[in-house]
């Protein structure tokens, strides 16, 4: 044999016999050493302190017998064959010797066949070894996959070829309430509420076609409630090497529970904006009616001919009425739009002749406040296809936004035209010195009802839906808005609209 270099334990009482042994040894096994023993007791502690490879054992000693040595190897050393060497041996002890585990046995007069039986011995030995290995690693995977099988949190079902149930796990017992011996032997029809049932046959040669199966599904339990299921069906190999099928079952019965109550959730929320809204436009219009009226008698009021006081007092009316018509303004607009019913009318205008109008509203406002106040247009037209009344309230937004919040130093609002592979963009930039906007606050202001100064304290007017109105507005033109602020140092608001992107047609948006 090769160099391998073996451990060999000789059972023998006569030194004579152990020296033949050895030189019997020698000439297959060439790396060898040797360990030798008399008594049961020796035996027993070099089986296991001296790990032999393989035993030669004499039959008959005075104090101990091969035949013991065998059934001892059997139970201490399963793997380590045990070869009987005696002078004289009989068939039935033969027999008897074989029976109980011996690897073979030689006559020491046929002394020269005992390398031929260590040879063959060694080998069986290395194939024992292989096969417990292997048989060992087989049972540790089986018991691997049985853990891993019923303690999977989704229920499993392992089927056959012909989709016959051979097994379930743990959970599937929990989630479906059919137990191991119920399932076993049937089909997943058994769980199938009946008209789905048609339906397993198809799904089965489509698996069997190496399709992967996944759907939302109804299963019925053993107690006759129906549960929301996932399932996700694929051929394996079955733990015996077959062909088989693999049905992972997910209750997602909360899931579903919880879908539908955020689906009633969002339908009585949407519901609820809806008679919101609606209430907010018929309480504008209501209102707006009777503040038209306040606003022109307070003009009559304003007249020179009336006495100083009531002239004064009248501006404060007419103040005072034009605030809350523009607030009412504000929030017919913005009802409009969450109602879905900003009616969009796309024409050619002269954008820059808005914004010279917007901008004309607001020059004595600042010349009131000490500001400088500053227009930047083309010399030209400016022509456009837009909504000039919501392009209008755009303008007028901003560049309001932009004196209010302005104490000192001035505003500049400038019109310009950009062209891009899309087409012309008209730009529209309101750049102030007023109080800035923090970093974390630059969303915030988008948002109804929402100032960076809030509270009754405020330092300044305002609902907070101007800039909410405004994006919104911008939306509907498909353009953008933009932000650059610093505290302290001023706000620039720069809106993008396409002003080649509509046909001239109106439409409801």
């Known amino acids: 044999m090769n160099d391998t270099h073996y451990k060999i334990l000789i059972v023998e009482d006569m030194p004579t016999d152990v020296e033949l042994t050895k030189r019997e040894v020698q000439k297959v096994l060439s790396n060898c050493t040797y360990r030798v023993v008399q008594t049961e007791e020796d035996f027993l502690k070099e089986l296991t302190d001296f790990a032999p ?36 041996v009989d068939e039935e002890t033969a027999v008897e010797c074989m029976k109980s585990g011996a690897a073979n046995y030689v006559i020491k007069e046929q002394i020269i066949r005992l390398g031929t039986a260590i040879i063959r011995a060694l080998e069986d030995r290395k194939h024992n070894i292989e096969r417990l290995i292997a048989q060992n690693a087989l049972i540790e995977s089986e018991a691997r996959y049985k853990s891993l099988f019923n303690l999977s949190p989704v229920a499993i079902i392992l089927q056959n070829a012909d989709g016959i149930v051979i097994d379930v796990n743990e959970t599937f017992t929990t989630i479906m309430g059919y137990s191991r011996e119920e399932m076993v032997g049937n089909s997943i029809a058994k769980i199938t509420p009946p008209e789905k049932i048609g339906q397993i046959n198809t799904d089965l040669e489509r698996i069997k076609r190496g399709g992967i199966l996944k759907q939302e599904t109804a299963g019925v339990r053993n107690d006759g409630e129906i549960v929301n299921v996932e399932l996700i069906e694929s051929n394996i190999i079955l733990p015996n090497g077959a062909d088989g099928i693999m049905t992972i079952i997910a209750d997602i019965t909360a899931r579903k529970k919880y879908e539908q109550e955020l689906i009633v959730a969002k339908e009585t929320a949407e519901e609820m904006n809806r008679l919101k809204t609606s209430f907010l436009a018929n309480m504008c219009h209501e209102l707006r009616t009777p503040m038209t009226g306040i606003i022109g008698y307070s003009d009559l009021l304003s007249e020179d001919e009336f006495a100083p006081t009531v002239v004064e007092y009248a501006q404060v009316i007419h103040k005072s009425a034009k605030r809350l018509m523009d607030t009412l303004n504000l929030i017919l607009d913005l009802s409009k739009i969450e109602a879905d019913k900003l009616e969009i009318s796309q024409f050619e205008c002269d954008a820059s002749e808005i914004v010279t109008e917007s901008f004309n509203i607001f020059l004595s406002e600042a010349k009131r406040k000490n500001l400088t106040f500053e227009l930047i247009k083309p010399p030209h037209r400016v022509p456009a296809i837009i909504d000039e009344r919501v392009f209008s309230h755009i303008c007028i937004n901003l560049i309001n936004n932009a004196v209010k919040f302005t104490t000192s130093g001035g505003v500049k609002v400038e019109l310009g035209e950009v062209s891009t592979d899309q087409g012309k963009n008209l730009t529209l930039k309101v750049q102030d010195t007023g109080i800035g906007i923090a970093k974390h606050n630059q969303m915030l202001i988008f948002e109804e009802f929402r100032q960076v100064s809030e509270g009754i304290g405020r330092n300044f007017e305002g609902t907070g839906l101007g800039l909410t109105v405004t994006k919104k507005f911008v939306e509907k033109l498909k353009g953008e808005i933009l932000l650059e602020s610093e505290p302290g140092v001023g706000t620039t608001f720069t809106v993008i609209i396409p002003i080649e992107l509509y046909s001239t047609k109106k439409e409801n948006i």
Do not use: C, E, N, Q
């Open 53 to 88: 490879d393989i035993v030669l054992s004499d039959y008959s000693m005075p104090s101990f017998d091969g035949l013991t040595a065998v059934r001892l190897a059997k139970i201490h050393s399963p793997v380590t064959p045990v070869i009987i060497v005696t002078g004289s």
